[in-house]
């Protein structure tokens, strides 16, 4: 990131024109040795690109993949510690376009230059570069009108044709799962109590728990495997922090299935009810719950469309 920086004074210097723009593409490429999960790494490395901006009055770009994570919100999606979003004065999410086939949007994920979220739609299409060669190239072209979409919206996974229905088994199975792990982690044999006592059968349960990216983790002070909802990047980030100030230069890269020592990120441990005879190896640990029999949760779940 320094290197970037001394680039943009050396080209003013050399040129006599000032620099307006800077593309960083992606903007990992650019943190060294540094970590770019840790939040403090991260932010030190802005920092002096952030002044230079500001001082020059440049408009710096930087661009980032999402990961492939379900279940989460849009900032949570971004590759690497939260500062990046964090230090931006605006963040943008591309994704396919919410009702036309074949095109995409643009939607504001997080902004400090104005109040409304939505979103606009464009097009990639070929075009001949009219100098005579014959050759063609892409080129943008802008969908008129803005759309009212949010971030979250537009990354949220596309429902397979089975599942439109609000009234299906599925998205019965999913609302459920999703009220029941709402406040932390849950022990699985009281999510699977819980579901049998709905009506919600073992087989739509693992469904729904692939639709929205259930993970299986142990938690410090209640005995078997615990069903819980994905890290948020806050939360994450939070755990990150918290190993940063404890155990010094430890590494603090933060995933989706990291829980702070003694700490729960969503909440309070579910309560413990009975348990049949079906999840007793669950209970006492020996393996997670990860498919009806022990076999892989059913394929049928969602996929992600970016």
Not at 59 to 64: F, I, K, N, R
Not at 169 to 193: E, I, N, Q
Request: with cysteine.
């Amino acid at each position: 990131m320094h290197g970037a920086v001394r680039l943009c004074v050396r080209i003013e210097e050399d040129s006599g024109y000032p620099v307006r723009l800077v593309v960083l593409d992606p903007i990992t490429a650019y943190v060294g040795s540094k970590d770019g999960h840790n939040t403090s790494d991260v932010r030190g490395l802005l920092a002096p690109l952030i002044s230079l901006a500001d001082r020059r009055r440049m408009t710096v770009w930087a661009l980032s993949h999402l990961n492939k994570s379900t279940g989460m919100d849009a900032m949570s999606r971004v590759t690497g510690s939260g500062a990046y979003v964090a230090a931006s004065r605006l963040a943008l999410i591309f994704g396919d376009h919410p009702e036309l086939d074949g095109a995409y949007c643009m939607a504001v994920a997080k902004t400090n230059l104005g109040k409304e979220k939505t979103g606009i739609g464009y097009r990639v299409v070929e075009v001949d570069t009219g100098d005579g060669s014959g050759m063609r190239a892409p080129r943008v072209e802008w969908i008129p009108g803005v759309l009212d979409v949010d971030a979250d919206s537009l990354l949220a996974p596309k429902p397979k044709a089975t599942d439109t229905d609000e009234d299906s088994a599925k998205g019965d199975a999913v609302r459920h799962l999703m009220d029941v792990l709402k406040s932390g982690p849950v022990r699985s044999p009281v999510v699977y109590d819980g579901a049998k006592a709905a009506g919600i059968s073992k087989r739509t349960l693992e469904r729904a728990r692939g639709a929205l990216d259930v993970r299986s983790v142990m938690v410090e002070g209640s005995p078997g495997w615990h069903w819980r909802l994905p890290l948020t990047k806050a939360e994450q980030d939070a755990i990150a922090d918290q190993d940063d100030a404890t155990q010094g230069d430890t590494d603090t890269s933060a995933d989706e299935d990291r829980q702070p020592p003694g700490h729960l990120a969503g909440g309070e441990v579910g309560e413990v009810g009975d348990v049949e005879s079906e999840d007793r190896q669950d209970r006492q640990g020996r393996h997670p719950p990860e498919g009806p029999k022990g076999g892989d949760v059913d394929g049928d779940a969602d996929e992600l469309v970016l």
